[in-house]
């Protein structure tokens, strides 16, 4: 097999597309660089001494482990000198983070969830790092959160690793989605699957089971009838997966297909749901689509909404489109 390094992928792309400017390149191998650096700390685990926690907490009062604070250092680090950013945003940091005077400034934005999965990473169950590219607006002078706030669908770029069994990058920039697994020993990322696909149907579903009790109407309904199965309204079986790191989740959902759900509900309704808008949902719904899936709230496409603050929230039912189409037609009903 001819393989393909994730820069010969970048370089070709740019030549027949022309969507992948030098700028970007840089910072998508920048992160790529950063995620090998971070696939080698999980690696490690207990040997590292990068299990735990850190005894303190992040903006959304969530304890942090010791691997989520080392994350978002390394691709804090990696991403600050390349010349191709404006300013990073992290789930871990309550501000966004400008590139510091000393190095020069690009003209990208770069959000990231440098560990998603926390739960997992005691465990020894897969984990990842999603991110997200924006433009800086132009003729912007110092970057406030307000330049952030642009919709999923002004993104550039979108990709995950999950360390899973083998770590991958999967990753888009508009033009379908990729995906490269990391060759451990030569410690490069080689082209494995071109042009993912979500099958449009499925029969499997994602979602937090133990929160049934606190769900709205359309999501109960929904769920009720796929439990149901050869004798329900759907009349057919259905099958659930959970493996609370989103990242797992959406990496099955893109090799075979799947609805994964993370709803709001009615504990807390300051709080619309549990991922997040900049981070995760929209990185997330821009793969997704890509890949022929779709990715709603229940009621709009999650990448036409207008963010309004860095950590907000947002219900997420993504994946295979029909079983999206039919989840959302019932929050519409
Ligand atoms: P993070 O570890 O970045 O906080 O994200 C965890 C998220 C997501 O990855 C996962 O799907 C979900 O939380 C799991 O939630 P439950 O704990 O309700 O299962
Ligand atoms: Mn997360
Ligand atoms: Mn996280």
Same mark, same amino acid.
């Given at each position: 097999m001819k393989r393909i390094s994730l820069t010969q992928y970048l370089v070709e792309e740019q030549r027949q =597309?022309?969507?992948?400017?030098a700028e970007l390149r840089l910072l998508i191998e920048v992160v790529a660089r950063a995620c090998k650096t971070i696939s080698h700390a999980v690696g490690k685990g207990a040997l590292g001494e990068v299990?735990?926690?850190?005894e303190t907490e992040n903006i959304q009062g969530e304890v942090q482990k010791k691997l989520d604070i080392i994350s978002n250092e390394i691709l804090l680090e990696a991403n *600050?000198?390349? &010349? =191709? !950013?404006?300013a990073m945003a992290s789930e871990e940091m309550e501000s966004i983070h400008p590139i510091p005077n000393r190095y020069p400034k690009g003209e990208y934005m770069l959000l990231f969830d440098?560990?998603? &999965?926390?739960?997992?990473i005691d465990v020894n169950v897969s984990i990842g790092t999603i991110f997200s590219v924006l433009k800086a607006p132009e003729g912007m002078a110092q970057p406030t959160e307000a330049d952030f706030m642009?919709?999923?669908?002004?993104?550039v770029a979108a990709g995950y690793a999950v360390y899973g069994p083998q770590t991958m990058l999967v990753l888009t920039t508009g033009n379908g989605v990729n995906c490269f697994t990391l060759d451990r020993e030569m410690g490069s990322w080689v !082209?494995?699957?071109?042009?993912m696909q979500i099958p449009a149907k499925t029969k499997e579903f994602a979602i937090n089971m133990s929160n049934a009790r606190h769900w709205h109407p359309p999501v109960k309904r929904y769920i009720d009838e796929l439990l149901a &199965? *050869?004798?329900?309204?759907?009349g057919t079986n259905f099958n659930m997966r959970w493996i609370a790191s989103m990242v797992a989740d959406v990496h099955r959902i893109l090799n075979r297909g799947g609805v994964f759900m993370y709803p709001a509900d009615l504990?807390?309704?300051?709080?619309?749901?549990? !991922?997040? !808008?900049?981070? *995760?949902a929209n990185p997330m719904a821009f793969i997704v689509e890509q890949a022929g899936g779709a990715a709603t709230d229940g009621k709009q496409r999650i990448m036409d909404i207008q963010p309004h603050k860095l950590h907000q929230r947002v219900p997420v039912f993504l994946g295979s489109r029909d079983e999206v189409a039919v989840v959302t037609s019932y929050h519409q009903a």
């Open positions: =597309h022309n969507s992948i400017p299990l735990g926690t850190a *600050e000198w390349g &010349g =191709h !950013l404006a440098p560990l998603d &999965g926390s739960s997992n642009q919709p999923g669908t002004q993104q !082209l494995t699957q071109r042009n &199965g *050869e004798t329900g309204p759907r504990r807390d309704t300051s709080m619309p749901g549990k !991922l997040r !808008l900049m981070y *995760e």
